[in-house]
């Protein structure tokens, strides 16, 4: 895993990598941008979404016939309650 270690001393601020480093010094204004992709988490297990008839506002719910969760035309944030105040 790659480490970005930020120092700050003096109104200046240097970020360090693999690729070498960047001082910035106060009150100069300069974006630095330090990015690394991180681990990726296990896929979630028993966990199936069909999503393939979304619409706007859907809600995901769970249908038990199918074991999938669902979201869909049926539940949405304007027929979840009375009067589609979600």
Avoid: C, H, R
Avoid at 27 to 54: C, E, H, I, N, Y
């Amino acid at each position: 895993m790659t480490a970005v270690n930020v120092t700050t001393q003096k109104n200046t601020v240097t970020v360090t990598d693999a690729n070498g480093s960047t001082t910035v010094q106060s009150p100069v204004t300069t974006v630095v941008t330090a990015s690394t992709v991180g681990p990726q988490g296990a896929s979630g297990s028993g966990f199936v979404l069909d999503s393939s008839a979304k619409v706007d506002k859907s809600v995901v719910y769970y249908q038990a016939n199918s074991s999938e969760f669902k979201a869909d035309q049926t539940w949405t944030i304007e027929t979840i309650v009375l009067g589609g105040n979600f």
